[in-house]
């Protein structure tokens, strides 16, 4: 049961360029988009997110574009830095239940080479 | 930034045994959740806590796991006979606001807890 999907494991940027971080999803119901981004022995810190209602989010140097009828975002970065280097993980907030708990894809590791 | 915390950060421990993960979560929140992470696979909900009961769980979260809130602010995650394939960073979170989920559905995580089982 793969409702959110990152196929890409890994991306490697070179600073300065854009990184773009792709993720599709299964369920039409997830009303809220988000992307974390890990570092190794810490907890994933939030990213930027987006509402199923919007197709842009932009924050600094983050933008999330949402494209409904594919069921796919994406993630972009740019300019990507050295310390962008993490792993990027895209979850959705499902609709129904009192908790309405985050489903997480696999996560791809982004490399932002100096 | 609100702070969750997390303890013990390792934990090594044999097949069989029982293990507790304690978190802190943000205080005055109503809502709490436990994920997991095995080595290398996506981050997987376990459980929510509402109001000092479990509000939702996944399949994960089977009779042998089981979470408390001993003192009314400290929450546990307890494996009552550990497997090998329970090994994974263990992660304790609270939503932004304190009545719950709403919003953008971002949660702030704790740092985590490794266990491993020998």
């Known amino acids: 049961d793969q409702q959110v999907k990152q196929n890409s494991p890994s991306l490697s940027v070179q600073e300065g360029r854009i990184s773009i971080l792709n993720c599709d999803y299964t369920?039409?119901?997830?009303?809220?988009f988000l992307w974390y981004k890990k570092y190794p022995a810490e907890g994933p810190t939030f990213l930027i997110s987006?509402?199923?209602?919007?197709d842009k989010n932009e924050d600094g140097r983050f933008t999330v574009f949402l494209n409904k009828s594919a069921k796919h975002l994406s993630l972009h970065i740019v300019p990507s830095q050295p310390g962008d280097s993490a792993v990027y993980f895209c979850?959705?907030?499902?609709?129904?239940?009192?908790?309405?708990?985050?489903?997480f894809g696999s996560g791809t590791q982004l490399t932002v080479l100096p | 930034e609100p702070e969750v915390t997390q303890t013990p950060s390792h934990q090594v421990t044999q097949m069989g045994q029982e293990v507790i993960l304690r978190c802190v979560p943000i205080s005055n929140h109503l809502y709490f959740y436990w994920y997991r992470q095995i080595l290398g696979q996506k981050v997987e909900f376990l459980v929510s806590f509402y109001n000092n009961e479990i509000s939702e769980k996944s399949e994960i979260f089977d009779d042998q796991f089981s979470v408390e809130r001993p003192d009314g602010s400290n929450f546990t995650l307890k494996i009552r006979s550990t497997k090998l394939e329970d090994s994974a960073m263990y992660f304790c979170?609270?939503?932004?606001?304190?009545?719950?989920?709403?919003?953008?559905?971002?949660?702030?995580f704790g740092e985590g807890s490794r266990l491993t089982v020998l």
């Open positions: 987006i509402s199923s209602i919007k």
């Open positions: 979850a959705a907030r499902g609709d129904s239940g009192s908790a309405r708990q985050l489903t």
């Open positions: 369920n039409s119901m997830f009303d809220y």
């Open positions: 979170a609270s939503p932004r606001r304190p009545s719950g989920p709403a919003g953008t559905g971002e949660l702030f």
